[in-house]
Structure formats: C-alpha cells, structure tokens
C-alpha cells in the first residue's frame, strides 16, 4: 500500500511554529516570506518544523499584512497547445503551493494591440502579481518584456531565443535534442529525412531546426530546401506538410515533427496514403505528449521536461524576492532532455 502525505495542516499557526523553533513571530514570518535578516542555522530549523508540521501560510492573510499579494503569474500568448499549457500549469503550482503563493495563468496579446506598453503595464499592476513568469514566445516578445520592466515586475523567462542577459531563465537544449533525434534516423539508414518546422516566431521551433541541419552537415549532407517544411505546432499543420512531402518525386523515408501534436498529423497522412509505418515511413517527434505514447505506432519522440522547467521559474523568482539585486542578475538554470525510443521510427526498406 502507498503511503500518503499527510494532509496540510489547517490549525497549526504561525505562533505553534515560533515556539517549537525558539524564535520571535517576526523570525518564523522572515523565513516564510524569504526575508534576509536570518541566520542560516535559524533558518533551516524554522524551515524544518514548518515542513515537518505542513504548515502552509493563507495568503490572503500574508497579504494584508505585507505589500506582496503573494499572486505568480504565467503568461502565455496564446492557449492552443493544451498539453504544454497544462504542464507549465503543474510545475508551476507545485512551486506556488510549496512556497504559499497562488498561481495566476493570464492569455494575453501583444502590447500593441491593447493600447500600447504603457497600458499592458498598467494591467500587469493592477493585476497585483508578486512577479510572472513568461512562456515561449512571450519570453522573447521586446513589447511584453518592456511593459513587464515598466510595471516594475521581477519576472523569469522558459527557453528564451535572445537578450539572455535581460533576466533569469530556464532551459532545455532544444538543438541537441532534435540533432540526437535526426542522427540517430541517419544512422538507422536514412538519406531522405524531412522535417516539419514549428511557428516562425519561435524560439524552441528554431532550436529545433538548427539541430536538424546540423544533424545532416555533421554527415556530410546538405537539407534539400523541399525537405523542411513549415508547420504550426498543430495536428492539421503536420498533415498538411506531410502530404505535400509524401507527393514529392521523391518523397522523405524519415519525417521529423518539431512537436509530437504536428507528428500525430503526419501519421494521420500516412494512413490516408496507405504506408506503412515504420517499414514504409520512420516518423519521429518532440515533447512526448501522452498521445506520443497512446499512437501506433507508439512515437519515438523527445521527453521535454516542462513542468520541471516551469518549477524551477518559479522557484527562481520567489527566491529572487526581496533581493534588489535581482532584476540585474542572470540566474540561468538548464535541465536534461530523454530520448523516448518507441515503435514508429526503423531503418528503410532497400
């Protein structure tokens, strides 16, 4: 039987913390909050009896007696790959509720569009965030980063594709990821490998890419213009790129989806003309989706560590709160990708 966690506590309070720890109210609120003026020992034996008893701070309570609202928001562009959403989501609130903070998901546009930098700022303050962070390819957006900076906001950024310098980040190595990927269809055999390219004004998509031509120089190979293809991030977009590259005189025995939603479009054109997957066509993809897992063929794919990238954001900006020095300092933080090797990718028939 597994052992549950035992629930967070609803009736230990801020003064059973003080005394069981030997410090003042204001020490044991110091180190919830993530105030200085702690010492390190003090401090790990407070945070240790406020781990051992689960206790968790209302925020509302926290907020009325302190500027903060203790609100995170995420930011996103535009909510249409639902899975990578939700991901964000998960990681993200774990980090939120271990620390006492609410999360606060915001769709937005462009600053353009809603009246300028100075008005998207303005609704970033009245929104009250604490910080936010920012999604692809928000993170890379000069109007959404200049409104952040005029509100005065802390924010961090997931896979950001420039200004490095401009704020903390978090990773993946999107371009070694998909160069692993497409070497390891060249080594299976493959000599016509195609690949489907995410949104122009993405920065992973691009990584992507980069690592597919690599892939193909590093074996002496030039990317035919007709094999790279430009796609959307949706299912639709990787059928339409998979029928035009299946209609080729000479058509790819290997397609490479820069995401595994665009990846399901292109075994869906597959099936329309009859092929067979893996002996007629190789199709690879990148996320790992739970759809990569549930297709069949199941997809060989890339396992991108979202909710990971989306907790240690969070983690980065909380830490980074009360600490002036922040908004200059360059807190950058990568984590491991995992090759998925599945059933819909083999060596072409001869």
Known sequence: MRNEDPPVSTSVTIVDIARQAGVSIKTVSRVINREE?????????????IDRLRYRPNASARSLSSRRS??????????GAYYYVGQVQVGAMRACRRAGYHLV??????????????????????????????????????E???AIETAGLPYVRIAPDRDFDRSPYVFMDDRAAAREQTLRLWDMGHRRIAF???????????????????????????????WIVQGAFRSLSGFEAAEGL?????PPTAIFAANDEMAMGVLAAAAKHGLSLPGDLSVVGFDDTPAAEAAWPRLTT?????????????????????DERF????????????????????????
């Open 196 to 226: 489907i390219d995410g949104p122009a004004d993405h920065g992973s998509a691009a990584r992507r890419r980069q690592g597919y031509v690599e892939a193909l120089r590093e074996r002496g190979a030039e990317p035919r213009p007709e």
């Open 70 to 79: 203790y609100l995170i928001g995420v930011i996103f562009l535009e909510v």
């Open 246 to 250: 299946l209609g080729l005189p000479e």
């Open 302 to 322: 890339i396992h991108q560590p979202t909710a990971e990238m989306a907790e240690a954001a969070v983690d980065i900006l909380i830490d980074g709160f009360g």
């Open 327 to 350: 908004r200059g300092r360059t807190a950058i933080r990568q984590l491991d990708y995992t090759p998925m090797i599945r059933d819909s990718a083999a060596p072409p028939r001869r």
């Open 37 to 49: 003026g702690v010492g390190a020992e003090t401090r790990a034996r407070v945070q240790a009896i």
């Open 105 to 142: 998901v915001e769709q937005v546009r462009t600053p353009g569009a809603m009246g300028g930098v100075q008005a998207f700022a303005q609704s970033l303050r009245e929104a009250r965030f604490d910080g936010v962070v920012l999604t692809p390819p928000t993170c890379d957006d000069p």
């Open 144 to 146: 959404v980063l200049a």
